[in-house]
Structure formats: C-alpha cells, structure tokens
Nanobody
Framework: QVQLVESGGGLVQAGGSLRLSCAAS????????MAWFRQAPGKGREFVGG????????RYADSVKGRFTCSRDPAKNTVYLDMNSLKPEDTAVYFC????????????????WGRGTQVTVSS
C-alpha cells in the first residue's frame, strides 16, 4: 500500500510564494521517479516538474522553469515543490505522483497519485 498526501496549498497574491509538500508512506522502496502535475478548471492534467526519487535529474515545464523547484527530504520521505513569482495562471489543483519506471511527463505512466491540493493565485 502506498499513500501520497499533498499539503501546503492556499490562496496567495500574484508574485507570492508557496511550498507544497507531498508525504509518502507505505512501500516506497520501489519508487524511482516523482513528479508534480496540476489541473486547472476545465483543462487537462499537465506536468509541472519532476525528479528522480534520489533527488537528482530535476526537469520542469517551460511555463514554470526558473520559478518552481522540486526537492526532497529523504529523512521525512517527503518531496516539495517550491513555487515563487506565482501568477494567476498557476491557479490549479496540484498533484504529486510517483512511478517505479523511467522518468516521464505522461500522467498515464504514474502508478501512484495523491488527492491534490488547491493553489489559487489572485491578481
């Protein structure tokens, strides 16, 4: 059994910052790659950023590059998404996801998902 639980979402003004957390529990020893996705109202789920479970190899969507950073605290089995210079178009439900295979940006490739946390950026 694997559980991913996101937290840290909320309402923030444009230009502000938030840190999202994703706590993993259960059979995490098989994890290889983790990612953050987001889904805005009326839109599909899109890749935001991801990295190897070891913490290496981070990559980001062009829309967030330079503003968002993925990181991990292995002692807490928690991954983070630091979001800076937030824009209204960043408003979405943010999900963390993990897969046991190679890095991917496709939602269908991820076996484990959290329930998401809402981020709202006001203008």
């Amino acid at each position: 059994q694997v559980q991913l639980v996101e937290s840290g979402g909320g309402l923030v003004q444009a230009g502000g910052s938030l840190r999202l957390s994703c706590a993993a529990s259960g059979r995490t020893f098989g994890f290889y790659y983790m990612a953050w996705f987001r889904q805005a109202p009326g839109k599909g789920r899109e890749f935001v950023g991801g990295m190897l479970w070891s913490g290496a190899g981070a990559r980001y969507a062009d829309s967030v590059k330079g503003r968002f950073t993925c990181s991990r605290d292995p002692a807490k089995n928690t991954v983070y998404l630091d979001m800076n210079s937030l824009k209204p178009e960043d408003t979405a439900v943010y999900f963390c996801a993990v897969r046991v295979g190679a890095p991917s940006t496709a939602t269908a490739d991820f076996e484990y998902w959290g329930r998401g946390t809402q981020v709202t950026v006001s203008s």
